[in-house]
């Protein structure tokens, strides 16, 4: 699968749990954080398509929503393989 579309996908799955997702610029990698009743997830928009690819993933793997679509967890499970998980709370 190409990453533009896993991107998408995780863009998706991130959006069905009610948090807007924000690519912002700043020296910081991305997470989720919650601004009065909005919650928010936001990416650094320099970080290269991988980066951001695996920062909503690590934020969808602390949500951890029930009903994740078979493509999405398989996105999860193949970054999990790879051992991208290590460096949580980038």
């Known amino acids: 699968m190409k990453k533009q579309k896993q991107l998408e996908l995780l863009e998706e799955a991130i959006?069905?749990?009610?948090?807007k997702i924000r690519y912002e610029k700043g020296s910081?990698?991305?997470?989720?954080?919650?601004?009065?009743?909005?919650?928010?997830?936001?990416?650094?928009k320099f970080l290269p398509i991988e980066g951001k690819i695996?920062?909503?993933?690590?934020?969808l793997r602390q949500l951890n929503p029930p009903g994740l679509s078979?493509?999405?967890?398989?996105?999860?499970?193949?970054?999990?393989?790879?051992?991208?998980?290590?460096?949580?709370?980038?």
């Not at 989720?32 to 997830?41: F, G």
């Not at 695996?54 to 934020?59: E, G, M, P, Q, R």
């Open 15 to 19: 959006s069905s749990t009610g948090h």
């Open 28 to 44: 910081f990698v991305g997470g989720e954080c919650r601004v009065r009743e909005n919650k928010i997830v936001v990416v650094n």
């Open 54 to 59: 695996a920062t909503l993933a690590s934020v």
């Open 70 to 90: 078979a493509n999405v967890v398989k996105i999860l499970d193949d970054l999990t393989a790879n051992d991208l998980f290590s460096g949580r709370n980038r």
